[in-house]
């Protein structure tokens, strides 16, 4: 397994459990039930793509908060709660999503969401979590508007109260990628691509308004249709275009191919993209056309944080099948985010869960602040990660190779 993801325990977990005397039973509008064992049961929702092309990332989200339930209930870090999780696949659907986020908002016990991994499923759960004051924090979603409105380029509003994210934006993420491939990389004309979708879509545009702003060229743009995986008319046309780099908003599924496609006829330039490329299965499916494609991804290299290899090693321990990706540590920060706040919860009402427990859990997320996997995790006035930190990365000898790690300074 390739150590990509950040770390997951720190001293601050087993650092002192609370002392708590948390109630068995619950009212039905508090959440939480009891387990059998005299211990309110509180579960924590996974929404991601379990199968399909992007089911590397989703399984990856899905056992990191597996993870995190099981240290919190190991180190008994709620007194008398025991976490658990129920995770559902949206197959990368918005529709199928907005169908989970009603499925979970149904399950009383439920007190928060972790996921989604797209964009455009994250846009669709969002009022049906927010309308019942249920709390989802996403470790992935990286579009701007999600947290910020439709129109946050000039002015920024939150549309719900309910939605954080531990993942920081393409507000941050595209203009960071072009401060590298035109100041580092010396790349002056660029082929811009992207899949139509809200990340991909997103991400392009805001690379692109960077990279001119630099005093880039931007010699071509196309869309492709990411249900297809035939793109030798625009690997053409980037050949056509003179560009010597591609820039692609969009995931490893279509970009893998992309890539290949675009050596293959003859542009032997990089592709570069974000987050959503940032996989294994990307190098994969480029082959060795592949080398020498860069991606952006949030956070720290894994190699830089000192707690990695007991990360590592618990999540080894527990021997799950998949690797926790480039969204690991996220969904860990996600889950413990939400553990976090309802120990708060519980802790305010004497030691039970209220029986508005939904609510105050929104509530206690926003002051959420500890030292977790991917660093400090705390939110700002809009639920996004405060923590802004982005990593170049470079394929090289068949596997992901750091760059360079900053902050983008716009």
């Not at 996974?46 to 597996?66: E, Y």
């Amino acid at each position: 397994m390739r150590q990509r993801s950040l770390i997951a325990i720190t001293a601050a977990l087993a650092a002192g459990a609370l002392t708590l005397t948390a109630c068995g039973s619950r009212d039905d509008n508090g959440g939480g039930s009891d387990s059998g064992n005299g211990d309110t049961t509180v579960v924590i929702g996974v929404d991601a793509p379990l199968t399909g092309d992007l089911s590397a990332l989703g399984l990856g989200i899905k056992n990191s908060v597996d993870l995190a339930t099981k240290i919190a209930n190991k180190e008994k870090y709620v007194e008398g709660v025991t976490f658990k999780i129920e995770a559902l696949d949206d197959q990368g659907q918005a529709s199928v999503g907005q169908q989970n986020a009603t499925k979970l908002v149904a399950n009383k016990d439920v007190l928060g969401v972790v996921g989604p991994l797209n964009s455009s499923v994250g846009e669709s759960m969002q009022k049906v979590f927010d309308t019942a004051k249920l709390v989802e924090v996403s470790p992935a979603n990286t579009n701007p508007a999600l947290t910020q409105g439709v129109n946050w380029q000039t002015k920024k509003e939150r549309p719900y109260k309910s939605y954080f994210r531990t993942a920081t934006t393409d507000a941050i993420q595209g203009p960071f990628a072009a401060q590298y491939v035109f100041n580092e990389a010396k790349k002056k004309k660029v082929f811009v691509i992207d899949d139509k979708k809200t990340y991909g879509a997103g991400l392009a545009a805001t690379f692109t308004a960077e990279f001119k702003e630099l005093g880039g060229q931007v010699v071509g743009t196309e869309h492709i249709n990411p249900e297809s995986k035939d793109f030798s008319a625009v690997a053409t046309k980037v050949k056509n275009s003179g560009a010597d780099v591609v820039y692609y908003g969009g995931e490893y599924p279509q970009a893998g191919p992309l890539s290949k496609q675009i050596k293959e006829a003859g542009a032997k330039i990089p592709l570069v993209g974000g987050d959503g490329i940032y996989s294994a299965d990307f190098i994969k499916l480029a082959g060795t056309a592949g080398a020498g494609d860069l991606a952006t991804s949030v956070g720290a290299p894994v190699e830089s944080l000192p707690s990695a290899k007991e990360f590592v090693a618990n999540y080894e321990t527990e021997g799950y099948k998949e690797a926790y990706e480039a969204y690991g540590g996220y969904s860990y920060d996600s889950a413990w985010a939400i553990i976090e706040a309802v120990k708060k919860v519980v802790e305010d009402n004497d030691g039970k869960l209220p029986d508005d427990a939904r609510a105050k859990v929104v509530d206690a997320m926003q002051n959420v602040s500890f030292d977790g996997v991917t660093g400090k995790v705390s939110f700002d006035e809009f639920g996004d990660a405060t923590n802004k930190q982005l990593t170049v990365y470079t394929v090289k000898g068949g596997d992901w190779a750091t760059v360079k790690s900053g902050t983008f300074t716009g």
